[in-house]
């Protein structure tokens, strides 16, 4: 699959890829096709070994002109958040340096100037997004002493603020128009990129479907106003 997406992509374009969620959760949810893992504990939560042998092969082999940051995504995972970050610490170690790395977590608890100090540490990106029950993306900036953690910067925009992902379907299909923008979203992703570029760092901005409506119009959006501001 990645020798076909290589095929067809431009020689300078990266794409960021999200990680097997086998080494991001610690239970498997309790759902029938999970079959018999539903509701059992995942003993290859956070198990760099895996990644080493079962994820990264494949990029070194035929994906590595094209690969960008990879996607860490914690859901609110129940493990305090000491205890989470001593583990996140613990695997971001083993990682080899010659690829890039980012952490997504969907618990705000956890956004810390530890949680920064550990991501800036290992030169991983903390992932700025815009998601239903994590605040805003200035302020998830802010809870980070407004530091950026590497020489790059991921943002995902997913849903608007305070709006379930299935009710987010809902409002967004067919998926051809704009059917709420959100001011906000827009402002202070603009902000947080001109900053990163100000910075020399490089910002990669992934855009959902499910946050206004329609992804290639938001983007389109966005890069508009990043012109506007000189960004671009």
Same mark, same amino acid.
């Given at each position: 699959?990645?020798?076909?997406?290589?095929?067809?992509?431009?020689?300078?374009?990266?794409?960021?890829?999200?990680?097997?969620?086998?080494?991001?959760?610690?239970?498997?949810?309790?759902?029938?096709?999970?079959?018999?893992?539903?509701?059992?504990?995942?003993?290859?939560?956070?198990?760099? $070994?895996?990644?080493?042998?079962? *994820? !990264?092969?494949?990029?070194? +082999? =035929?994906?590595?002109? &094209?690969? @960008?940051?990879?996607?860490?995504?914690?859901?609110?995972?129940?493990?305090?958040?000491?205890?989470?970050?001593?583990?996140?610490?613990?695997?971001?170690?083993?990682?080899?340096?010659?690829?890039?790395?980012?952490? $997504?977590?969907?618990?705000?608890? *956890? !956004?810390?100037?530890?949680? +920064? =100090?550990?991501?800036? &540490?290992? @030169?991983?990106?903390?992932?700025?997004?815009?998601?239903?029950?994590?605040?805003?993306?200035?302020?998830?900036?802010?809870?980070?002493?407004?530091?950026?953690?590497?020489?790059?910067?991921?943002?995902?925009?997913?849903?608007?603020?305070?709006?379930?992902?299935?009710?987010?379907?809902?409002?967004?299909?067919?998926?051809?128009?704009?059917?709420?923008?959100?001011?906000?979203?827009?402002?202070?992703?603009?902000?947080?990129?001109?900053?990163?570029?100000?910075?020399?760092?490089?910002?990669?901005?992934?855009?959902?479907?499910?946050?206004?409506?329609?992804?290639?119009?938001?983007?389109?959006?966005?890069?508009?106003?990043?012109?506007?501001?000189?960004?671009?």
């Amino acid at each position: 699959m990645l020798q076909d997406y290589a095929a067809q992509l431009p020689t300078d374009f990266e794409m960021c890829s999200k990680v097997w969620e086998q080494i991001t959760i610690p239970q498997y949810p309790n759902l029938p096709e999970y079959g018999v893992k539903a509701g059992q504990t995942n003993p290859d939560f956070l198990n760099a $070994e895996l990644f080493l042998n079962e *994820v !990264l092969p494949p990029y070194q +082999r =035929s994906f590595k002109g &094209h690969t @960008g940051p990879f996607i860490f995504e914690f859901q609110r995972t129940g493990i305090e958040p000491v205890e989470f970050l001593k583990r996140l610490d613990g695997f971001l170690g083993k990682l080899p340096k010659d690829f890039r790395y980012s952490v $997504e977590i969907r618990n705000a608890l *956890v !956004l810390s100037s530890d949680y +920064r =100090s550990i991501l800036q &540490h290992h @030169g991983v990106s903390h992932v700025y997004n815009h998601w239903t029950y994590m605040p805003g993306l200035v302020e998830q900036h802010k809870r980070l002493d407004e530091v950026f953690t590497a020489p790059f910067v991921v943002f995902r925009l997913l849903t608007p603020l305070r709006v379930k992902y299935a009710q987010a379907v809902r409002i967004a299909e067919p998926y051809n128009k704009i059917v709420a923008e959100l001011p906000t979203m827009r402002k202070d992703t603009v902000a947080l990129v001109k900053q990163a570029v100000e910075e020399k760092r490089r910002a990669y901005v992934l855009v959902n479907n499910r946050s206004e409506g329609s992804a290639p119009l938001t983007v389109q959006a966005l890069v508009d106003q990043l012109s506007t501001s000189g960004c671009l």
